[in-house]
């Protein structure tokens, strides 16, 4: 399948490519305030392992996108397609589910630069539109921290997913992070709270 590109109210989300790969790696996953939040699925215990996790990311969205029809997306201004070096403000989309996730996995990381500027909100619940309405998937879940990501507690709220309790997620009670928030919604629930919702983004045409 083509990786479709969304269009919402102030953001693109496109297609990841390689050379995101020095982005992701910089902005996300080498920034010390955001790169530890991925610790539990993501080795970024050296500069080249940064690099190298940014890389599998971006080779498992678009993996995806060829075997099932759905992936991850990077996140640029709306009109900034034809400016040479396209800003990243990071990414957002699915990804394989890592245990005891069992559906379309969630994530996004956002550029510290852009915090609290509603990108992760806006760009979530497009995400989330296009793997109900362009896709077979069922459900779609999520995890967080419980206090040290109160932010992206609201994030998945706002885009309508909910708390469905608290799981040990890949080893994160041994390793010391205790148990985390398990978020969660399926296509009925979304269907219902899409219907009282504004539309939130268009897929734009190849």
């Known amino acids: 399948m083509n990786r479709p590109t969304l269009e919402t109210q102030?953001?693109?989300?496109?297609?990841?490519?390689?050379?995101?790969?020095?982005?992701?790696?910089?902005?996300?996953?080498?920034?010390?305030?955001?790169?530890?939040?991925?610790?539990?699925?993501?080795?970024?215990?050296?500069?080249?392992a940064v690099v190298g996790t940014a890389r599998h990311w971006?080779?498992?969205?678009?993996?995806?996108?060829?075997?099932?029809?759905?992936?991850?997306w990077a996140i640029q201004p709306r009109g900034s397609n034809a400016i040479p070096e396209r800003p990243f403000l990071g990414f957002c989309g699915f990804f394989d589910p890592d245990p005891p996730i069992e559906n379309?996995?969630?994530?996004?990381?956002?550029?510290?630069?852009?915090?609290?500027?509603?990108?992760?909100?806006e760009a979530a619940t497009a995400a989330l539109a296009f793997l109900f309405q362009e896709t077979e998937a069922r459900q779609a879940e999520t995890v967080c921290h419980p206090t040290i990501?109160?932010?992206?507690?609201?994030?998945?709220?706002?885009?309508?997913?909910?708390?469905?309790?608290?799981?040990?997620?890949?080893?994160?009670?041994?390793?010391?992070?205790?148990?985390?928030?398990?978020f969660g919604i399926?296509?009925?629930d979304w269907l219902n709270w899409h219907a009282s919702t504004a539309p939130s983004s268009r897929l734009l045409p190849e």
């Open 149 to 182: 990501n109160l932010g992206s507690s609201r994030v998945l709220q706002k885009a309508g997913m909910r708390l469905r309790g608290q799981i040990d997620y890949c080893g994160s009670v041994a390793a010391g992070h205790g148990l985390f928030d398990h």
């Open 58 to 72: 971006i080779e498992e969205a678009n993996s995806n996108w060829a075997a099932g029809g759905w992936g991850a």
């Open 104 to 121: 379309h996995e969630l994530a996004y990381g956002i550029a510290k630069a852009h915090w609290g500027q509603g990108i992760a909100t």
């Open 10 to 48: 102030h953001f693109l989300l496109r297609s990841l490519e390689d050379s995101d790969i020095v982005h992701m790696a910089e902005l996300i996953f080498g920034d010390p305030d955001i790169g530890w939040r991925f610790g539990l699925v993501a080795d970024t215990s050296s500069p080249d």
């Open 186 to 188: 399926d296509r009925a």
